[in-house]
């Protein structure tokens, strides 16, 4: 009897222990000193040329006409072939895993909009904003603006999840 409630004693020690650790745990990764801060933005920006559309039209399968044929596009609204959006997302992509956050960065989810097109051989500047840090989970805004133009022509909002061997300020 006395051998049984010494181990239920430290079985309930070990668990109260355990949870203890665990909250440390929790807050000194929620403390984590990144080399970036809210409000932090970055840009690339690139022309893709008719070549980059159809390379990514035959990498993945989407030939829709309105992108890689001339006399289709010339018949829509748009008048001329447009880049796939998925395309010019990538940019933010780019950005997101090069520059900011940059490496360690671990894409979770995205919600885009395209309000207008980005036509062919019209130079794009995709841009991230860092818009919140809790922990590792980093929420960014995202914008692509037709450069000549400041058309948007995308945006949208990231959610990220930095890895254990991000960038961190030391």
């Keep these: 009897m006395i051998l049984a409630s010494k181990v239920g004693y430290f079985a309930r ?3 109260l222990l355990r949870v203890l650790c665990l909250k440390r745990q929790l807050r000194s990764s929620s403390h984590q000193r990144f080399s970036f801060k809210v409000g932090d933005t970055a840009e690339v920006c690139k022309t893709f040329s008719a070549s980059d559309v ?3 039209a035959d990498l993945t399968g989407d030939k829709n006409p309105l992108h890689v044929d001339d006399e289709y596009a010339k018949t829509t609204r748009f008048g001329r072939c447009i880049v796939h959006g ?3 997302n990538g940019l933010i992509s780019a950005v997101l895993a090069t520059k900011l956050p940059g ?3 671990l894409f979770l989810s995205q919600d885009i ?3 207008a097109p980005l036509y062919i051989d019209e130079p794009v500047v995709a841009r991230v904003e860092i818009a919140g840090i809790d922990g ?5 805004h995202t914008t692509c603006v037709a450069k000549d133009t400041q ?3 995308m945006t949208g909002t990231v959610k990220l999840f ?3 061997d991000a960038k961190l300020n030391t």
Excluded: D, Q, S
């Excluded at 590792?136 to 960014?140: A, E, P, S, T, V």
């Design 113 to 115: 909009e395209f309000p």
């Design 54 to 56: 159809r390379i990514f």
């Design 162 to 164: 930095m890895m254990k």
């Design 136 to 140: 590792r989970r980093i929420n960014c």
């Design 151 to 153: 058309k948007i022509v």
């Design 103 to 105: 490496p360690g960065a």
């Design 13 to 15: 020690n070990h668990a």
């Design 86 to 88: 998925v395309l010019t």
